[in-house]
């Protein structure tokens, strides 16, 4: 009516993200070892999560988690704040991860 035209392109996206039985339960550990149980939650209700990182996932059993940033908007919101005190949480969860990587590879 207005002489517009539509084209429809359908583009491929990231495959679902995908996480690892014993992986996940490598990563919960970890981050159990850090700041305890009662801290974890591990009864996140399933997101439609689609990252880049579920090429890595396909490639290698892995885990994709969300690390606790207090009350922000999300993570490709223009107003996201991350807050810097997260930081010294994240730097302890990925040495737990090695440790308990390493331990149970030996």
Not at 8 to 19: A, G
Not at 38 to 44: I, K, P, S
Not at 48 to 72: H, I, K, W
């Amino acid at each position: 009516a207005f002489g517009a035209k539509v084209e429809f392109r359908h583009r491929r996206l990231e495959p679902l993200t995908f996480n690892h039985t014993e992986a996940t339960e490598l990563a919960a550990a970890a981050a159990r070892g850090l700041v305890g149980r009662e801290a974890v939650n591990e009864q996140v209700k399933p997101v439609m999560v689609s990252e880049d990182f579920s090429y890595m996932l396909q490639a290698r059993p892995g885990a994709f988690l969300f690390l606790g940033n207090g009350p922000t908007a999300g993570l490709h919101n223009p107003t996201y704040d991350f807050d810097d005190n997260a930081i010294p949480y994240g730097i302890g969860y990925w040495v737990n991860l090695v440790e308990g990587g390493l331990a149970s590879a030996a």
